[in-house]
């Protein structure tokens, strides 16, 4: 594919940020790449899906979230990714870790996650929150994996499974799942805060997606285009490979540019299945659900 003057000079500044423990200025970076400040945020944005800021601010997380899986001490990694003091890291780690910095590093030690699971059409979903909001909603064949999938992602947090009926934030997120695929004629409760890690591009994809309809479907490339970024399709299906919040989040509606279902982290069989269930609940069962157009990203 052939790449324009602008493509070359956004791919140069995305490099420069890469490589620069402190963000150059927005005008420093508009400089080097022969625009204005204002043409180059917007046209960054188009293109990556995110702010100069927000992608430098993004990958040092990314290098601070692998660090401390590695378990290296706490402040060791957050001055090896780039942050000038302990306090910027925990003004956003809410947000992009999902818990502090130190909760993460061992692996949700101090974090109390409480989770039920429930037997739905789909197979057991397990549904599980912090004392902050909602961090999982997975599906499995059996219980048992989905218990481990959950110790697995927080080794060292207190787990405790409760009842059905037991959570009021649990019990939202069943009866939504419920209520969304007819699986109840009860009305659904509002969704809980969520409190999961995430980059600031992987929010703004995640956000797009609960935009599209149910009983709707739109490709990896639609979607990326819906967002402004047409060549990002890859990118966007990392973003949707990294949800784990199953339904509540429904990646479960990009499929492939033919039409075809593609992959889906909780199986592909189940996947056909919700999306014959939406349809059918939407009453788009006899139609190929795929919507006029992608959702387009709101600035």
Not at 70 to 85: C, K, L, R
Not at 284 to 289: D, T
């Amino acid at each position: 594919m052939p790449t324009t003057r602008t493509d070359a000079a956004l791919e140069a500044v995305r490099a420069r940020i890469e490589q620069s423990d402190e963000l150059p200025t927005l005008a420093t970076l508009a400089t080097q790449a022969g625009l204005s400040p204002t043409h180059l945020q917007r046209a960054f944005r188009r293109r990556f899906g995110v702010s100069p800021a927000e992608y430098h601010r993004a990958r040092r997380f990314d290098q601070l979230r692998r660090s401390l899986r590695e378990g290296q001490p706490v402040s060791d990694a957050v001055y090896a990714a780039g942050f000038g003091s302990g306090s910027r890291v925990y003004e956003h780690s809410d947000r992009l870790l999902g818990m502090t910095p130190a909760s993460y590093r061992s692996g949700g030690a101090g974090a109390h996650i409480r989770y039920t699971i429930t037997h739905t059409p789909l197979g057991p979903m397990l549904v599980a929150a912090t004392t902050r909001g909602l961090c999982s909603v997975t599906l499995d064949d059996d219980e048992a994996a989905l218990e481990t999938r959950l110790r697995r992602e927080f080794p060292h947090a207190t787990l405790e499974r409760v009842e059905a009926g037991r959570e009021e934030w649990l019990d939202a997120v069943i009866a939504h799942v419920a209520h969304q695929l007819g699986w109840s004629a009860a009305e659904a409760p509002q969704l809980p805060p969520l409190d999961v890690a995430a980059t600031a591009f992987q929010w703004r994809v995640w956000q797009a997606l609960t935009r599209i309809p149910a009983g709707s479907t739109v490709s990896y490339g639609e979607l990326a285009a819906g967002l402004g970024m047409p060549r990002a399709a890859r990118a966007i299906g990392n973003a949707c490979g990294s949800n784990r919040l199953a339904l509540v989040v429904p990646c479960h509606r990009v499929v492939r540019e033919d039409g075809s279902a593609g992959g889906w982290r909780w199986g592909v069989e189940r996947k056909q299945q919700l999306l014959e269930r939406e349809r059918a609940v939407t009453g788009l069962g006899n139609g190929s659900g795929r919507p006029r157009s992608a959702p387009r990203s709101r600035r």
